[in-house]
């Protein structure tokens, strides 16, 4: 069987509406698995709580003492013995975060750590406490530096959403099996798909260099 | 008797084992300069920090224009902990390490707090941190990212940014004691201005001839007591104790091995 790549050009308009939704589950599930890891990283240095910090380090080595594959199908099959039905793409938004979530608290926690207690100080002796102490002063500063560390767990986000096809969520590559199932030229399909996912990856690595180019540049 | 300004009372801390403060109490009148010398680790860092209550004292109280913050075992009652954050923006406070915040810039170091806490419009605090960074020398860099000043600068851009929120009080730990010795006297002239408008200080400070010009009173501690105060003439020309003998003696040694 020779490689036609006519099979990959006319795959490609369906798999791009599948990179778009690609994007759309890894932008979600990465926003929101920062906005949880922000606010365990504020809890457990504000709270100082020894059971808290027990449960989070209970549930960070969970996640990363398993597979992902595992965590998607968990919450794909379990939510529904529990009566709640989410359906294959919230579910699969909802894995993604929670797995993610445990990488990006230890992300924010390096970050957190180049944080010098002084800059705590200089806000609180100005009256600056709570939650405002938190956003004006020290997580501009946590994400300042976990800017690097961040864009490369975005990349495994977008990466992993591929394992969301075998749960039934429509993304690219699970457009792209439709589509060689039904024309059975996976190679050139998958060479297609093989190229957007590698694109994508591309321009955000890349961002992660211009963003901090541009922070430092505003520093420097 | 001048009237009580601010009242330090039976303030006590313990580092483990070690106390860093013994029942020390001050008091100091509105307009006095006081400078704190002692050795280090003798707790003059702590007393400065247990003031504001950043290193919270295990018992004793502090008093500010009547208004009392702190309690015999420590503890904060609920309206006193709502009056800290007030409370703490009366008093200005500077640091060694300057604690400059580098996300924002020269001005908006010196913004931040009047618009979070003092509740300033940003028509209101923008001037004021202009006029501020002005008397300190530091109008041309207000748009400068903290990371390109010198010191000296970072520390006057500390001090503008806690002047910013009127501080009734400021206290200096150790304000030139990061610095390079040729940038010390930029930050002392400005302390000095401070000085002739009447601000009531604090100053932990190794800058024995400073201490004496600008000091009303000098208080010396060593292991977390005060051990002698008074007028600088009187605690530097003729020492009482032992301690504060030895102490001078040890500081004269060292400067005159940096001369030769």
Redesign the interface.
């Known amino acids: 069987m020779k490689f036609d790549i006519s099979y990959t050009f006319d795959a490609i308009p369906r798999l791009l509406e599948g990179a778009f939704i690609t994007m759309q589950v890894a932008i979600l599930g990465f926003t929101l698995s920062v906005l949880l890891a922000t606010i365990i990283t504020i809890a457990r240095t504000s709270l100082r709580s020894k059971i808290l910090n027990f449960i989070i380090a209970f549930y960070i080595s969970f996640i990363r003492g398993t597979p992902i594959l595992v965590q998607i199908f968990l919450i794909y099959y379990v939510l529904p013995v529990f009566g709640l039905n989410l359906g294959p793409f919230t579910a699969g938004i909802l894995a993604i975060t929670l797995n993610s979530a445990a990488f990006v608290t230890e992300i924010l926690r390096g970050g957190l750590a180049s944080v010098p207690v002084g800059q705590f100080e200089a806000a609180k002796s100005l009256g600056i406490s709570g939650f405002a102490l938190w956003r004006k002063i020290i997580l501009p500063q946590t994400f300042i530096t976990s800017i690097p560390p961040l864009v490369n767990e975005f990349t495994m986000v977008l990466k992993a959403t591929a394992l969301l096809s075998l749960i039934t969520v429509v993304e690219l590559m699970r457009v792209s099996q439709q589509i060689y199932s039904a024309n059975y030229h996976p190679v050139e399909v998958l060479s297609g798909t093989f190229i957007i996912y590698f694109l994508m990856c591309f321009v955000v690595s890349r961002s992660s260099a211009f963003l901090e180019k541009r922070l430092k540049v505003k520093r420097a | 008797m001048k009237s009580k300004f601010l009242e330090i009372k039976e303030l006590n801390k313990k580092f483990g084992p070690i106390n860093a403060l013994k029942n020390v109490s001050l008091n100091i009148s509105k307009g006095e300069v006081i400078c704190i010398i002692g050795p280090s680790g003798c707790g003059k860092s702590t007393l400065l920090r247990a003031i504001?209550w950043?290193t919270p004292p295990d018992s004793g109280m502090v008093k500010l224009e009547g208004k009392i913050i702190g309690s015999e075992n420590g503890k904060l009652s609920i309206e006193q902990s709502k009056l800290?954050?007030?409370f703490?923006?009366r008093?200005?406070?500077v640091?060694q390490?300057?604690?400059?915040?580098?996300?924002l810039n020269v001005l908006e170091n010196v913004i931040?707090?009047q618009i979070?806490?003092a509740k300033r419009s940003r028509e209101v605090a923008e001037p004021k941190a202009i006029k501020i960074l002005s008397d300190v020398g530091l109008k041309d860099k207000i748009d400068e990212?903290p990371?390109?000043l010198s010191g000296g600068q970072k520390q006057r851009l500390?001090i503008a940014?806690?002047l910013a929120?009127d501080p009734v009080l400021m206290?200096l730990d150790e304000p030139t004691s990061a610095l390079d010795p040729e940038l010390v006297g930029e930050v002392l002239s400005v302390l000095r201005n401070l000085v002739n408008e009447g601000m009531t200080m604090l100053i932990v400070t190794h800058e024995l001839g400073f201490a004496s010009k600008f000091g009303d009173r000098i208080v010396f501690m060593d292991g977390g007591e005060i051990i002698e105060e008074g007028a600088p003439n009187i605690i530097l020309k003729s020492p009482k104790t032992d301690r504060l003998k030895l102490f001078l003696e040890k500081l004269d040694i060292t400067s005159l091995k940096e001369k030769h």
Do not use: E, I
């Not at chain 2, 390490?97 to 996300?103: A, K, L, S, T």
């Open positions: 504001n950043l800290l954050n007030d703490r923006a008093m200005g406070m640091f390490q300057f604690n400059v915040w580098p996300h931040k707090a979070v806490v990212w990371d390109n500390a940014r806690s929120m206290l």
